[in-house]
């Protein structure tokens, strides 16, 4: 009995000591910190209930520190190197003596460490995790976003985590083979140190946040000296509008609606003539024209001077992403759209002003319809220049999303007063089209007009990409529709039969074989518009079958690399990284969605296609991309340029802004005024609305103007 007692007694000693101990250094006891209030780690830290002392120097936090302590020494000033964060060997050996636990990060000098004045700046590079520490949901070779880091280059040993630019989506698929490794975390006399501003993980936007909290927990537990299992006031800057499993309100879409047009106010792009010189100065350079976000404190434009074209991938380290400056003639037609439809949704003045304002600079004031594309007796007369630096240019998938988008805008502005322009634009296009249907990927003004556009129109060519060539079938076929010209469907519908009879092993890929398919479904959905055959119908639904194989549950429409070599180049090494457009995927079965060249299309096409047919399964596709695209708008109350917007990238398996960021020119974290955010906002409209871009535009007045156009441009036809 008295040996039970005993035993009794020693288990709640036991508990009544554990209890202290986790009271003692649990969240709610003290930690010791060197650095700034308005650091990430710092806000993050107070809001999980820790009480955080703040000291003015290093030393000074490592020598209030009790003993077993945590003590955090990050630099104030990051990217610029902070002088007063200098670690000493007095500083260690203090803190050896007592048993501090510390996380150093960003040190100006550090015993035996060589580290330079001056911090690299980094764009492609990601986290590598080196060193299996991180428990099973971190491994070895596992990718973090670190965007924009500046990074103190040291040579240690084992490193945990580097900085590296590699190839793969989530993983480093070629490992560190040939490749610059900084080394980013490890751990040196004792202290865990970073040499990148780790802690600026929510404002940086680092990525993906289940990673980086996974990261953060390691680092908390070792320095706290308890097992951290949630981080339950994490924040983040930028996040979608909704969770996988949210409960959508009723208004859902139509407040994605209202935020989706306003973005473009927000984000500054119409140019103003008060900042026209700052357009001038970054969108005047045809290869890169880039440059920092426009103020916000900058007045907002009516649409007569333009619209830009939206954010590249580019995150800096504050959160801000870099603006493309690039004027081009598609975006202005898509944006018209967007803006004309939201109008008359939303019974808005300004939008319709400002939609019929674009449309008039591409027409009438910019470069882009002028000089030979503006002379009737020019063999390149019609045709809409590719962007203002390229006006000579033609793209013919870009014309023709910039008509697609000025005969909707026309159609929701109820007017005709640009329809003998946009017929032009159409036979421009026509004109120069080959026997069998195709134009080929992009042509130029000098060869047009040395060859004369029947030498175009005469020739065989066969380019078997839905993306360049599919739309502007369709507009063929809106044309033929309103003008009842045979060439129109008859062209159209060879190039379709050799294009659905090459499926999919003769299909140029590009980045997506989905986009292929997304695009594919819009000429074949008017094509039932205008003649509704069997055959017809059975090649829309194999498409719309082929493209629906990959629809998430949430509605995501999965990336899918076609077989063989894609357009781009490969990434057969760590160097190719970044050097060319390309997937946001490295291989199939990666959960990730694309807005930029698949979602957004593939949202239209299914409407219309839905709407051509009545086919309730197509519908219930279209209700169910509709709902993920209203959950992962972005939501940011910092980042005004981004609230309502819709990124290229989207990671439904992880619900978060997460892929290959490897395209050169538009990457996984990039907006478009145009491609991405007018097709969305417009389709949301017609779902809202239980339209089709076909019923709305079916009453336009085209047929006499069209018809007379026609007569005057292919008068020498043969």
């Known amino acids: 009995m008295r040996i039970n007692k005993t035993i009794q007694w020693l288990l709640c000693l036991s508990l009544f000591v554990s209890c202290f101990t986790l009271k003692s250094y649990g969240k709610g006891s003290d930690l010791y910190f060197y650095g700034s209030e308005q650091n990430d780690l710092f806000q993050l830290l107070k809001r999980e209930g820790y009480t955080v002392k703040k000291f003015n120097t290093p030393?000074?936090?490592?020598?209030?520190?009790?003993?077993?302590s945590g003590v955090f020494i990050i630099a104030k000033t990051y990217p610029e190197i902070d002088p007063a964060n200098s670690i000493t060997q007095q500083l260690l050996d203090?803190?050896?003596k007592k048993h501090l636990r510390l996380y150093i990060e960003y040190p100006s000098s550090f015993p035996g460490l060589n580290i330079p004045d001056k911090p690299i700046e980094t764009h492609l590079e990601r986290g590598v995790i080196t060193a299996d520490v991180f428990g099973g949901s971190l491994e070895p070779m596992d990718l973090l976003g670190i965007n924009n880091s500046y990074i103190l280059s040291v040579d240690v040993d084992k490193p945990l985590i580097v900085l590296a630019k590699v190839v793969g989506f989530d993983k480093a698929v070629y490992g560190l083979?040939?490749?610059?490794?900084?080394?980013?975390l490890f751990e040196q006399n004792g202290a865990l140190i970073s040499m990148t501003g780790l802690s600026n993980f929510e404002t940086g936007r680092y990525g993906p946040q289940q990673s980086i909290k996974t990261v953060w927990k390691y680092i908390l537990s070792r320095i706290t000296s308890q097992k951290i299992e949630h981080l339950d006031k994490w924040a983040e800057d930028v996040k979608p509008m909704f969770q996988r499993n949210d409960v959508l309100p009723a208004n859902a879409r139509l407040n994605s609606i209202q935020k989706g047009v306003q973005w473009f106010n927000n984000g500054r792009f119409f140019i103003d003539s008060s900042w026209k010189a700052d357009w001038?100065?970054?969108?005047?350079?045809?290869?890169?024209?880039?440059?920092?976000?426009?103020a916000q404190s900058k007045p907002v434009g009516d649409g007569s001077l333009g619209i830009l074209e939206g954010h590249t991938s580019t995150i800096y380290y504050d959160g801000t992403q870099q603006y493309r400056y690039w004027m081009r003639a598609d975006v202005q037609g898509e944006a018209s759209m967007a803006l004309a439809a939201a109008g008359d949704l939303l019974h808005n003045r300004e939008y319709q002003t400002k939609s019929a304002n674009l449309i008039n600079f591409l027409f009438n004031t910019s470069n882009l319809r002028s000089g030979e594309k503006d002379d009737a007796s020019s063999a390149a007369f019609g045709l809409l220049g590719w962007a203002t630096t390229n006006a000579?240019?033609?793209y013919g998938d870009d014309n023709s999303r910039a008509i697609l988008g000025m005969i909707a805008a026309s159609a929701y502005l109820h007017t005709d007063k640009w329809d003998k322009q946009?017929?032009?634009a159409i036979m421009g296009n026509f004109r120069t089209t080959g026997k069998e249907g195709f134009r080929g990927e992009r042509l130029e003004e000098a060869d047009i007009i040395k060859n004369g556009w029947q030498y175009y129109y005469n020739r065989d060519v066969v380019h078997i990409?839905?993306?360049?060539?599919?739309?502007?079938?369709?507009?063929?076929?809106?044309?033929?529709?309103?003008?009842?010209?045979?060439p129109l469907l008859e062209r159209t519908k060879a190039a379709i039969k050799i294009t659905m009879d090459g499926y999919p092993d003769k299909w140029l890929w590009g980045s997506s074989m989905q986009t292929q398919r997304?695009?594919?479904?819009?000429?074949?959905?008017?094509?039932?518009?205008?003649?509704n055959t069997e055959q017809n119908r059975q090649w829309l639904d194999k498409m719309v079958s082929e493209l629906l194989k990959y629809q998430d549950a949430s509605g995501a429409i999965q990336e899918e690399l076609g077989k063989g070599k894609g357009m781009f180049k490969p990434l057969n090494t760590n160097n190719d990284y970044g050097s060319d457009e390309g997937s946001l995927i490295d291989k199939n079965g990666e959960k990730v969605s694309c807005m930029l060249y698949t979602c957004n299309f593939a949202l239209f096409s299914l409407n219309e296609a839905a709407k051509a047919t009545g086919n309730k399964q197509y519908k219930a596709a279209v209700d169910k991309l509709s709902d993920f695209l209203t959950r992962i708008q972005v939501q940011s109350t910092k980042h005004n340029d981004l609230d309502g917007a819709w990124f290229r990238a989207f990671d439904y398996g992880r619900w978060d802004y997460w892929a290959s960021n490897s395209d050169a020119g538009w990457g996984a974290w990039c907006t478009l005024t145009g491609w991405i955010q007018s097709w969305i906002v417009t389709t949301q409209i017609q779902i809202e609305k239980n339209e089709s871009f076909w019923d709305v535009t079916k009453k336009s007045n085209m047929k006499n103007t069209g018809q007379a156009v026609i007569n005057q441009m292919m008068k020498t036809s043969q």
Request: hydrophobic content about 45%.
């Open 518 to 531: 997304a695009r594919m479904i819009l000429p074949l959905a008017w094509l039932v518009r205008v003649e």
């Open 94 to 96: 203090a803190a050896a």
């Open 422 to 424: 946009l017929a032009e």
């Open 392 to 394: 000579g240019t033609f």
């Open 59 to 68: 030393q000074d936090a490592v020598n209030a520190a009790p003993q077993n």
């Open 177 to 184: 083979k040939d490749t610059k490794a900084y080394p980013l």
């Open 280 to 294: 001038l100065k970054y969108g005047a350079d045809g290869l890169k024209p880039v440059g920092p976000p426009v």
């Open 465 to 486: 990409s839905p993306h360049f060539e599919s739309w502007m079938w369709a507009c063929y076929l809106w044309l033929y529709s309103k003008t009842g010209y045979a």
